[in-house]
């Protein structure tokens, strides 16, 4: 049997129609999705929609907190409008880190405020000043342990939108009014965790919509029962609500310790991204503590410049730019604490190569 081919006969007029015919159906699509954009405007508000191509380049609000590592583990800063965790055993650093934190962002603009909500009933005073320096003006304090009245502070400061960034040290310290009604021996499970639940819901979404960071510190506990040698003995206290509304969870956890002359002079600590939405996670990064002045950012600053070969060393001389600079690590550090612009230009060309920049 002979297959007769038909010969194709569109002309470059059928081509230009079906093009006008394309264009005229994409017109009609995006007409009645304005339509509906429309509508959904009318009954949610304006903004309650938009398209996704026109938010692909959006990127994410954040605090710079002038620390290479802690931006690097954080994404870029430490980002608005969400919460952050901070957990770990005690004495990792947790309070220090809060406060660097809070210190970080509230000198690098006047206008911000914060507020510090401490629930563990014993505060350092001339520490926490020490820590805050010339910002300790626009930090507020105070001190509540009961969960229902803490959650109602933080709503409150949330929609006022009076202060940027609040601080719950720590999870562990709360507890529920059950709790202080009832008898010593009476029942109360998992009464923190009902309540935190409850609230957090709320409270995230207001975070988000003002732009307000809450960063929460906890502790770790043993489990009741792993089932044997199953899974992780330790959790953290108040239940599963804090790591599902979490952004970020960040846990320290001390490796060891650093000596001077047979005295301990700093620990340790590894930072460890185990929940991150805005960067990769499981990122692990190791920093020294040291006591009584918290993770020192030059001397990681300096660490990474050298990594990064943007500070260039040659024997025990280190230099910038083809000059050299000074010799010694400690001399270097020195340096940069004393001459501010240097510094900043270094840090500036350390968060440009690592993609930090927002």
Not at 24 to 40: G, N, P, V
Not at 115 to 135: C, D, Q
Not at 157 to 174: E, P, R, T
Request: proline share 2%; glycine share 8%.
């Amino acid at each position: 049997m002979i297959t007769i081919k038909k010969k194709n006969t569109s002309t470059i007029f059928d081509s230009v129609v079906q093009s006008g015919q394309k264009a005229a159906a994409i017109q009609k699509i995006e007409h009645s999705e304005d339509k509906l954009l429309e509508r959904l405007a009318g009954l949610f508000g304006s903004g309650f929609t938009q398209r996704m191509d026109g938010l692909a380049n959006n990127s994410v609000d954040v605090f710079d907190l002038k620390h290479i590592t802690l931006n690097e583990i954080f994404g870029g800063g430490l980002p608005k409008g969400c919460i952050v965790e901070i957990f770990g055993k005690e004495g990792t650093g947790k309070t220090t880190l809060c406060l660097q934190i809070l210190a970080s962002i509230l000198h690098s603009d006047p206008s911000l405020k914060s507020y510090y909500i401490n629930a563990e009933s014993v505060i350092n005073y001339k520490f926490f000043r020490y820590m805050l320096g010339e910002t300790a003006s626009r930090c507020y304090i105070g001190q509540f342990a009961e969960a229902e009245k803490v959650m109602d502070l933080i709503l409150e400061l949330a929609c006022d939108k009076k202060v940027n960034v609040i601080v719950l040290d720590s999870i562990a310290g709360l507890f529920t009014k059950s709790s202080l009604e009832n008898s010593l021996g009476d029942s109360s499970i998992a009464s923190l965790a009902r309540v935190l639940s409850g609230a957090l819901s709320p409270i995230s979404k207001v975070l988000a919509d003002n732009g307000v960071t809450l960063i929460l510190t906890n502790q770790l506990r043993n489990k009741i029962s792993t089932f044997g040698a199953f899974g992780n003995p330790e959790q953290t206290c108040g239940g599963n609500a804090i790591r599902f509304f979490s952004s970020v969870r960040l846990e320290l956890t001390r490796i060891g310790m650093n000596t001077k002359d047979d005295e301990i002079i700093s620990a340790k600590i590894r930072f460890k991204a185990v929940k991150q939405r805005f960067a990769l996670p499981f990122q692990e990064r190791v920093l020294d503590l040291n006591f009584g002045k918290g993770f020192e950012p030059v001397s990681d600053l300096v660490n990474i410049a050298i990594e990064q070969s943007i500070i260039q060393k040659n024997g025990s001389w280190f230099g910038f730019e083809s000059q050299n600079l000074c010799q010694g690590k400690e001399n270097l550090i020195i340096l940069l604490k004393e001459n501010t612009q240097l510094q900043d230009k270094i840090y500036e060309l350390v968060m440009s190569k690592l993609c930090l920049q927002k």
